[in-house]
């Protein structure tokens, strides 16, 4: 089915242990994103990428890196995880040619870092 | 500054009620865009409608409809005939451009009850 799809649904990690969280999507869409999701605080953007090659910070990028080698996919890794990174996490994706509908999100990625 | 502003944390309603979700919010791109997604208790974020800033009519999609108030920076979700399954996280959000690159921003949501 088309979409976006992210992996894992659910992570336990270590403090100071690195990890990648996958997000794919076969739309064939250009811009892509990450997103986390804290009690109360909504979803805030971390990284975004508005085609292969290129990324760029969000709101919240510390502690997060990204690469878009291809177009299909956007990992999110954690180079050393904080028990403040401990969140929901969800990845979306829009067709730049669009201006309305366009953001599609996945199933979401629930961390705890202990 | 607040981009998005959900003044309602939480909101109950009898069941066949209509409802009305605040939001508001500020940008000086002069094209932007509104969203609604609603983000049920399985946690996905699902795309309810949307609301260009040049757009003259206001939107509307079944139950939902999007009452866009722009010279108050306003753009409030109205749910007709609310029914039990509407319980849910709602979510406003604003397509800007910011820096040459459009970015998504969120407000902080509103949980809303249904009861029967």
């Known amino acids: 089915n088309a979409g976006v799809t992210q992996t894992p649904k659910f992570q336990v990690l270590k403090t100071g242990q690195s990890m990648t969280l996958q997000c794919a999507q076969d739309?064939?869409?250009?811009?892509m994103s990450w997103y986390r999701q804290d009690p109360g605080m909504g979803l805030r953007l971390i990284h975004y990428s508005v085609g292969a090659g290129i990324t760029d910070q969000g709101e919240v990028p510390n502690g997060y890196n990204v690469s878009r080698s291809t177009t299909e996919d956007f990992p999110l890794r954690l180079l050393s995880a904080a028990p403040s990174q401990t969140s929901v996490y969800f990845c979306a994706s829009k067709d730049t040619g669009t201006v309305n509908y366009g953001y599609t999100f996945g199933s979401g990625t629930r961390l705890t870092v202990v | 500054a607040q981009k998005i502003t959900q003044t309602q944390p939480g909101m109950f309603v009898q069941e066949k009620e209509a409802v009305t979700l605040d939001c508001t919010y500020d940008?000086?791109?002069?094209?932007?865009?509104l969203f609604w997604y609603k983000q049920p208790s399985s946690g996905e974020m699902i795309f309810l409608i949307y609301q260009g800033s040049y757009d003259q009519q206001n939107a509307t999609e079944g139950r939902y409809s999007l009452n866009f108030q722009k010279a108050r920076k306003s753009a409030n979700l109205v749910i007709s005939a609310s029914q039990l399954g509407d319980s849910a996280m709602y979510f406003c959000?604003?397509?800007?451009?910011?820096?040459?690159?459009?970015?998504?921003?969120f407000g902080q949501g509103t949980r809303l009850t249904i009861n029967p």
């Open positions: 959000a604003m397509r800007e451009r910011d820096q040459g690159a459009q970015k998504l921003v």
């Open positions: 940008t000086s791109d002069p094209s932007y865009g």
């Open positions: 739309m064939n869409h250009e811009y």
